[in-house]
């Protein structure tokens, strides 16, 4: 009972985020014209998933302490090549789909290797590296255009049984096979540890490296996971930079939204997803409310900005006024 | 007592043998700085062995190098005879040694059970599993008597003490076989001290080796087997608990060459009016009813070891810190202190030179022009600009008589040398005319020159009727440079000292909260 009572105070965060989603998801589904129907959940699903992925690459660097601002970049980088080499026959499309997964986890590994051997800062580093991302995109598609295998991108856009859309389960299957392994491993525990307090990490004998290492190199096969999913959504690839731009900054209001800290150590992609379910829903709720689609980024602002503000509220305790600023 | 300690020393026959941790003419230089030079050390298993020596005397330096923190500059590590060496805190771990440092080694936004099992959690193929690692919190925490934690709760919602046992339990975890503490008590009520001490009998018992470092001599006399002494980066010696007083403990502690680098003291037949006084100022538990007063032309200094609030009492006089009690009166009247802004205004006039003057003191990329106005640059103003003649002719004036050397002024700060750096602080200060001047340590890590002009121009500031207010980890600059001292322990005013009664000694022995004459009498020792 008691245990209880401190899991739920621990997860503060991502119980809020949870609580608004419903809310908000229930305002949309009520005022919708068809209501609660399997098309309308699927097409809700399948935008939604895309940034929720995003935002879960987003979230790794985020809890050792650092920012990715290249998980955009990587999601369209291996949208790019998705268009190019996941057709073709089911051995083809296999291997087509592990290269695009590979391709997103090394582009993650050169981030950490530059950010833990070159010790650079995570936000430059990653700012760098998300441009040459960017760069390799426009050779493989200079236009955009492509292909990609047609059962499959069904398949993966509709449903399951017809009743579940594929890419929630998708999403699911990420967080079983990918997040919740690494959430519970020692690896991951040192992400926490090391976005929580790095001196007393290398203290208490926490391989830094590794746990940073890891983290940036899932966060590209996350991203790499949506800029497939995003081809299967869109038939093709286009390297557009305002599509990388905006899912990047998306990406960072999710995690935000979702209850992890800025600083690092606290917090979890699952939140993160909640995060990027809202932003998602704003939309839709600006479309069943007949409100301008203009005033979007205004709503997310305000949405990113109470959360914020939900965070910063321990300045109130703070005794030692030079605290702040550490 | 001592018969209880003799009985649990281990068996003589082992003398002979190799000792079971050994250090050999370790030396560590940092810089230009010798922290420790051509030491010998060693311990025993068994045995609670207390390191003992002033700040700065290399202590710190010896267990970090034992626990793997830094690496020494010459020298060699035996481990049973065999030699290690130590490139990171996880290889000591790996071998059995095992530090509990003064700076908490936790992660605050992690549960308690997390932290304890950090490096070696309980589970299979780089998986934690939870559950036993909850257990096995939970059986630790009870061995140091802590079963009030949850070890689901995280660690930045413990209270300071909790934190600490909660260190030591984690140690513990580790299965050492040399346990280090420094300072592991200094935060601790005194029934988790008790606690403390049972489970150290208890490891002695099982054949732990123990280093223990504590400022506080009564936990020496309580729990020490042996003693080493050290001063000034050396090893002067290691001796069987008993077979010193404390009085020759300070002593060995203290023994260095007094060098005559101070402006001389001016008499004060009176004590002169007071421009700062202080009752009653109480801050948590970090600062405990503080009165104290400085007077206008005299430099009051602030001594103890290093911890003991003299860092918070000075913030709290600036305006730094929240939900501080007590009155602060300047010249007579009530003065309400908070923020840096008003503490610096020109009713109250005060200034703080700050300890750490890369973080606090200096704007290392900007210029040194621009660091010495930075404080006062509102008395150089044209309508909304800046007058930058007038402000030059000050800046100038200032470099001038700091003899601050830097070639020129335009060049970034962060391109001097630590003591001109520090002048710079000082001159930023200077500027803004302060009548109330709070220094924190403003001569660690400066050469002794440099040094010696500070304290000529603190004597300066106080004869043109400044108030100083003066805290320095160097007993010597106490004696020196202080009309008056005041010696500070556990977030208190332990005692003030004044005339001829600041002397080495005295500082020593209060710093330590122990009473000379009362030992030298009976010979009884203290709690």
Known sequence: MKNMKLRISQSQGLLIAITVFVLMFTLYITNHPAGLTVPVATTAANKAVLLALVAMAQTLPVLTGGLDLSVGMIFILTNCLASTIVSGDPLQTAFGIVVVLLVGALAGFVNGAIVVYGRLQPIITTLATGAVYYGIALLIRPVPGGEVQEDLADFMTYTVFDVIPTSLLLLLAVVLIIWLPFRNSVVGRGCYAVGSAEGAAYMSGVSIDRSKLAAYTLSGLLAGVAGLMLTFVTFSGEASASIGGTYTLNSIAAVVIGGTSLYGGAGGAIGSIFGAFILRTIDDLLFVFDLPPLWQPLFQGVVLLSAVSLGAARVFRIKNRLELFN | ??????????????????????????????????????????????????????????????????????????????????????????????????????????????????????????????????????????????????????????????????????????????????????????????????????????????????????????????????????????????????????????????????????PAKPAHPEPPAPALSVRDLSWGNRLKDISLSVGKGEIVGLGGLDGQGQRELLLALFGVLRGVSGSVEVDGKAARLSSPEQAKSKNIRMALIPEDRKSEGLLLPMSVRDNISMASIGRFTKGIFIDRESQNARVDEMVERLSIKAGDNELPVGTLSGGNQQKVVIAKWLMTEARIILLNDPTRGIDVGTKQEIYQLLRDLADAGAAILFYTTDYDELIGCCDRVSIMYDGGIMRELQGEAINEENIVASSLNISLDKQSSDGEPRP
Not at chain 2, 216 to 222: D, G, K, S
């Open chain 2, 1 to 262: 007592m001592n018969e209880q300690t003799n009985s649990q020393h281990p068996d003589k026959s082992r003398e002979t043998a190799p000792p079971f941790w050994q250090m050999q003419g370790i030396t560590k230089r940092y810089g230009g700085v010798l922290a420790l030079e051509n030491v010998d050390f060693a311990c025993e298993r068994g045995a609670i062995h207390a390191v003992l020596g002033e700040n700065g005397a290399g202590k710190s330096t010896l267990i970090k190098i034992a626990a793997g923190v830094v690496a020494p500059t010459e020298g060699k590590m035996m481990l049973e005879s065999r030699e290690v060496v130590f490139t990171s805190p996880q290889e000591a771990n790996a071998a059995g040694i095992v530090c509990i440092f003064q700076e908490l080694s936790l992660m605050p936004d992690l549960s308690v059970a997390d932290n304890i099992c950090m490096t070696s959690p309980p589970g299979r193929w780089g998986f934690i599993n939870h559950r036993a690692q909850r257990r096995r919190a939970e059986a630790l925490l009870a061995q140091v008597g802590c079963e009030d934690v949850n070890p689901l709760e995280l660690v930045k919602n413990l209270p300071l003490s909790r934190r600490q046992m909660v260190e030591i339990a984690k140690a513990l975890g580790r299965d050492p076989r040399m346990l280090i503490l420094d300072e592991a008590t200094s935060a601790l009520t005194a029934a988790d001290v008790g606690k403390v001490y049972d489970i150290l009998r208890d490891l002695r018992r099982d054949g732990l080796a123990i280093l223990y470092i504590s400022h506080r001599m009564h936990e020496i006399e309580e729990l020490a087997d042996t003693c080493s002494v050290f001063r000034n980066g050396h090893h002067i010696e290691t001796f069987a608990k008993g077979t010193h007083s404390d009085n020759e403990i300070v002593r060995l502690m203290i023994g260095r060459e007094y060098t005559q680098i101070y």
